[in-house]
């Protein structure tokens, strides 16, 4: 299955059985309840977009991919909704874990919802605090662009807001828009993939016993939930697919 347009720049790959370990970039999709992060990560690894999810449980998703050229593996780890309660937000021990874990950190909220606008500032001083000197890189998307006449965040405060906090900007809609939601997350893939050293072959000398702060943010594991597989999601989809046929056949 092809996951993008441009084979030559981001595209799956199959590894062959005895190859160099992929290098790994991993990022963190956080934001509030019902802004769409499931829909976004689906969107960007698959081209498919499914509207109806089950809660969110924290799944994590991983691809094998090309990035410019070179053979990855791509890992997004989908978070649970974050609420606000009393002007502080209310963020679960997950979303915690998973910004330790993450090389990269995609804020979304909804072009439609206020109130998970108003949450990304402090969801992004939480990702400063945990990332300390080692704070990933951090984009800023808004999601549900398409629906014009639910627009409850002006198209100018997202900018304003990504240049306040000095982090990149995309409004995008994952269910009617695969090249933005694409763009968004290739180009953090490809500053990731500049910043990382590139996979070395494996030898048989042991490594250090000591580790630089960076690895020792990295090697921080988070607990792994079940991540749906690709036939898992194309299940969904069939099924989705399905029951609108049926529904147009009752009409």
């Known amino acids: 299955m092809r996951l993008i347009q441009n084979m030559t720049t981001i595209a799956e790959f199959t590894a062959p059985e005895c190859s160099v370990p992929n290098r790994v970039i991993k990022m963190a999709v956080i934001g509030g309840s019902g802004v ?6 689906v969107r960007f690894l698959t081209r498919r977009f499914i509207g109806d999810y089950e809660r969110n449980a924290g799944n994590l998703y991983s691809r094998e991919v090309q990035v410019e050229g070179e053979q990855v593996t791509i890992q997004v780890q989908d978070t649970p ?3 606000m309660t009393d002007n502080s ?3 679960p021990d997950h ?3 998973s910004i330790q874990w993450a090389d990269a950190v995609v804020l979304v909220y909804s072009t439609t919802d206020r109130r998970s606008f108003d949450l990304i500032e402090q ?3 939480q990702v400063v605090r945990t990332g300390g000197a080692n704070m990933p890189p951090v984009i800023l998307l808004a999601n549900k662009a398409d629906l014009l006449h639910l627009r409850r965040v002006d198209s100018q405060q997202g900018p304003l807001l990504a240049s306040a906090l000095g982090c990149s900007f995309y409004e995008v809609s994952a269910s009617e828009d695969y090249s933005q939601v694409h763009k968004a ?3 953090l893939c490809c500053q990731l993939a500049k910043q990382q050293p590139a996979a070395a072959a494996p030898t048989t000398t042991a490594m250090p016993a000591a580790t630089n702060s960076t690895e020792k943010r990295r090697s921080l594991l988070i607990p792994r939930p079940k991540s749906p597989n690709m036939q898992d999601l194309k299940r969904r989809f069939k099924q989705a697919l399905s029951a609108k046929v049926r529904t147009a056949t009752s009409v």
């Open 89 to 91: 937000i209310n963020l």
């Open 185 to 187: 997350f290739h180009r």
């Open 36 to 41: 769409g992060k499931t829909a976004l990560v």
């Open 123 to 125: 969801l992004h001083q």
């Open 95 to 97: 979303v915690t874990c």
């Open 81 to 83: 909704g974050v609420e």
